[in-house]
């Protein structure tokens, strides 16, 4: 056979081979090295800083535009439709019906009435106009229009300046941002799992815990750049410490590698299959992560005992936990499963809080994959979030755990200006227990039967 | 109103809805959004149970009744016409009805609020509340919280003092006439925002 080149094919190959090795120089010069060493150049800030200049503008035309054309400029989910008022209670709002109404004498004002279904009406067709609950699961409101065409009003018809900055957003995100990332995080992830791997060959000892440290930080500040990720860490003082739990509101699976980029953490989770699995698997070899097999999650008991022997461990990492168990929109904190509060250990609270402004960051589990959620956070702007980490707090005496995880939750509600939610976030898969119709049936008992009570004895 | 906008149009039967249930293009396209929003498999209409996921309304004691409200007898799905017309009922009642084109009894009228409020008593819509159908709201609202006798006395009580012909039913006349002097626009209305 004889091999025969073309120069043509040749040149090509050289050109590739160049290409690619300016490629991955820069790659190595900007990124990578960077992260290995934890400093930033500030090239992402200015970054951010750009584009919000960019994003104000647009709005300016957009609005304007639509004024021109006396369009009517509607975005989607943008306010509520009605005004609620939460504050009153199921017994208030009856007895008002009934003030209003009163044709017999004020104290049989607490026997039932024809008029008191107008009240179970009224919230019933209010919650279906619009809920606290459910539209924490969808994509948050944005004041301002990103130039996504996810979050996008209609604006087409507005401007053809517009639809030119829209299509070369889009050019410079999936032409650019897209491959750059999605390099990165395959060098971030290959490289985690390489070392991690390695590092599991070595004896136990302070070595191995101090070299799976570096490793683990460095992987994940590859992955941090591998999204773009902007991070501002406040009160770093207060990061959880060994022998500690670290709870965190959820809002992504970006939220472990947002909060590892800064420290070291065991992880808690169930084995997965796949990809995920082989990570996992070669993590726990470096450094003791709490792993369940999916048969053991159920066991509740188990689950505690192997958290608590973790916690006891002192030269063990701090445990992190996303308490509330499912991804919500990042503007409210839902319940906190007790589980993690029951342990004893002190409670490390951190919020995170992130800009939507430059792409949503939440996870609708139910409508996309993981890799379909990745690769729109790739192609997104960027991820802007702030971290802060709270004091630590500890569970008070005659406290028991579902109180303890109400005030840790309270206090991150706060802290990162999320609205303090008493749901499940299990909402999102099941449907409500009937305790809670139950509470809604006490309540309008004792008022109609809580007196009659009191009126047979007399 | 002036903007009758370009996106209205993209609200099945927008223009006649406005009309007919006196919504402003704005609640309207609202509205749609969030029947969108419910519709999760995007069928074009809704089933009981895209409302069932709805957890404040799965909290509500007769939430079952409010969401048998919005089907027409016979039929499994809900698509917005019927959505939007059902929703009108909980509009505040104009003042002066005097509006072009109006319908003479519009769903926010008093009457036709009072109406919406009896179909969830009357589910065999025989225009009569009967004691079992009272019972049956009755223990949905109370639960097991009550026990029978109690339930029974409530229910006695309560068709004693509306039912003027002695049939031992409350009918719609009767509804509306125990109900005379509450403020029903308040109670049946919801504040929607501009």
Known sequence: MELFFNPFDNLLCILLGISFTVWFTLLLV??????????????????????????????????????????????????????????????????????????????????????????????????????????????????????????????????????VLWGLGLLIRYGILLPLRVTLAFTGVGLLVFLTSLIGLLPNGRMKSFLSEKVHLMCYRICVRALTAIITYHDSENKPKNGGICVANHTSPIDVIILASDGCYAMVGQIHGGLMGVIQRSMVKACPHVWFERSEVKDRHLVAKRLSDHVQDKTKLPILIFPEGTCINNTSVMMFKKGSFDIGATVYPVAIKYDPRFGDAFWNSSKFGMVNYLLRMMSSWAIVCSVWYLPPMSREEGEDAVQFANRVKAAIARKGGLVDLLWDGGLKREKVKDTFKEEQQKLYSKMLVGTQEDRSRS | MGSSSSSLNNVPDGQQLMQETGFSAAHLLRLYERFKFLDKDNRGHLRSEDFEAVPELSENPIGDRIVGAFFLPGQETVDFSSFVRVLAHFRPTEKNRTRAGAQPDPANSRNRKLKFAFRLYDQDRDGKISRIELLQVLREMLGMQVTEEQLQSIADRAIQEADLDKDDAISFDEFRKSLEKVNIDHKMSIRFLE
């Open chain 1, 30 to 163: 900007f990124i990578i090295v960077p992260a290995i060493f934890g400093v930033s150049f500030g090239i992402r800030r200015l970054y951010m800083k750009t584009l919000l200049k960019i994003f104000e503008w647009a709005t300016l035309r957009l609005e304007r535009g639509a004024k021109e054309k006396n369009h009517h400029l509607y975005k989607p989910y943008s306010n509520a439709i009605i005004a609620r008022e939460p504050t009153t209670s199921l017994e208030e709002e009856i007895k008002e019906i009934r003030r209003s109404g009163s044709n017999k004498d004020l104290d049989s004002a607490s026997e039932f009435e024809m008029s008191d279904i107008f009240y179970f009406a009224r919230r019933g067709v209010e919650s279906i106009m619009d809920d606290e609950v459910t539209k924490r699961f969808s994509a948050e409101e944005l004041e301002s229009w990103n130039l996504l065409t996810r979050s996008n009003y209609n604006f087409h018809y507005i401007s053809l300046r517009l639809t």
